[in-house]
Nanobody, 124 residues
Framework: QVQLVESGGGLVQAGGSLRLSCAAS????????MGWFRQAPGKEREFVAA????????YYSDSVKGRFTISRDNAKNTVYLQMTSLKPEDTAVYYC?????????????????WGQGTQVTVSS
């Protein structure tokens, strides 16, 4: 049974930082590209960042480029999202997702498994 469990969310002031973690189990983690997505209240879920399964290449949405960093530790079956210079508009539920042999796409339907999400709230 595949599980993706996000952690690290919380309340932070604008300009602050958070690091999200997503621990995966029940799959061959090194064979999966991993992505982070987010959904703000009243909005559709959107792509944030992704990292490929092989060379660990990373991709970002324009809204977070330069502020967020995605990384992975295959030995720990964990993907991270380091978020800095947070803004109130970053407030959302953040989800991680796994895409078998994926290339780091922003296309949500490519992802095979999803976590339950972790809330990030940025106060102004």
């Amino acid at each position: 049974q595949v599980q993706l469990v996000e952690s690290g969310g919380g309340l932070v002031q604008a300009g602050g930082s958070l690091r999200l973690s997503c621990a995966a189990s029940g799959l061959t983690f090194s064979s999966y590209a991993m992505g982070w997505f987010r959904q703000a209240p009243g909005k559709e879920r959107e792509f944030v960042a992704a990292i490929t399964y092989s060379r660990g290449r990373s991709y970002y949405s324009d809204s977070v480029k330069g502020r967020f960093t995605i990384s992975r530790d295959n030995a720990k079956n964990t993907v991270y999202l380091q978020m800095t210079s947070l803004k109130p508009e970053d407030t959302a539920v953040y989800y991680c997702a796994a895409d078998l042999l994926g290339g780091g796409t922003y296309y949500q339907r490519s992802y095979d498994y999803w976590g339950q999400g972790t809330q990030v709230t940025v106060s102004s």
